[in-house]
Structure formats: structure tokens, C-alpha cells
């Protein structure tokens, strides 16, 4: 009876470090660990202008005061956007009244970088692709729809 209480005692000693191996690797491969995403915008400075696209709407804003705005706005008037939401496409799905926030960069800089703010049920959100979800109040997701109505 002796050997069969050691032969179990030795397979839950096994079965216990295979576990906590396991553990250990997960931990180390930060598997489990969802990343934090962080809304960083662009300086007000390096934009040449900012194209708003809702539906067939279309209106570049060229304006320093009104980029310095919509930037404003969209930073959520110094608070974190920080989320654990990721974005895993070019276009927001399932969402309602999307306005495609276009950055055209001066200069040295060149280029755009685009995201998105949409509703999405009663909630609205601020999408960069392959990036990052982030939450946008009502009177945010208002404050830049109202330059494109």
C-alpha cells in the first residue's frame, strides 16, 4: 500500500511543476497581459490641415484655431484616453455616423495619419487603425461633428 500512496504523491508533485511551468511562461511571454493603448495626436504645429469625412461630406479645415480645436477635443480636454481596446482593422465595424479624422502633416514630416470617432450603440469612441479604442463623450463626438454637418 506504501508504493501506491509514493507513485500518487510523485504524479501530483509532477502534475503540480508542469503547472507552474506553465505559469512561468505565460507570465514571461505576457501572454494574458492585454497591452494598454494610449491616444497620442499629433501636434497642432506639424499639421498642414485636418480633412473631416462624414458619408459624402468632405471639408478640409486649414484654420490654425479650429485644428488647435479639433486636436483639443479629441486629446478629451486633458484626460486619459488610456484603454486595453484594440483596434485590428483599417475601418471601424458595427458603428453608426463615422467621420474619418484625416491628419495632413508640413514639411519635413509629410504624410497623414487617419482615425475615426463613431457611435456605436449609445456610446461614442475614437478609432486609430491597428492601434488603439478609445472613449469619446456625447458633446466631444458633437464638438467636431458640428464643422461637418
Known amino acids: 500500500m506504501n508504493i501506491f500512496y509514493e507513485g500518487e504523491l510523485m504524479m501530483r508533485k509532477t502534475i503540480l511543476g508542469i503547472l507552474l511551468c506553465g505559469i512561468i511562461l505565460l507570465e514571461i511571454t505576457g501572454c494574458g497581459n492585454k497591452k494598454n493603448f494610449k491616444l497620442n495626436l499629433p501636434k497642432e504645429d506639424k499639421l498642414k490641415n485636418i480633412t473631416l469625412e462624414k458619408n459624402s461630406n468632405k471639408l478640409d479645415i486649414l484654420d490654425e484655431e479650429e ?19 484594440e483596434s485590428i482593422q483599417d475601418y471601424p465595424v458595427n458603428a453608426n455616423e463615422i467621420i474619418k479624422i ?8 509629410k504624410g497623414k495619419s487617419i482615425l475615426f470617432i463613431y457611435k456605436k450603440g449609445n456610446k461614442s ?25
Open 67 to 85: 485644428i488647435k480645436n479639433i486636436i483639443y477635443v479629441l486629446n478629451g480636454f486633458g484626460e486619459d484616453r488610456t484603454t486595453k481596446e
Open 102 to 109: 484625416e491628419f495632413n502633416f508640413k514639411g519635413e514630416e
Open 125 to 149: 469612441f475614437i478609432e486609430v487603425p491597428y492601434n488603439g479604442i478609445y472613449k469619446i463623450n456625447e458633446d466631444e463626438y458633437n464638438s467636431i461633428e458640428k464643422y461637418i454637418r
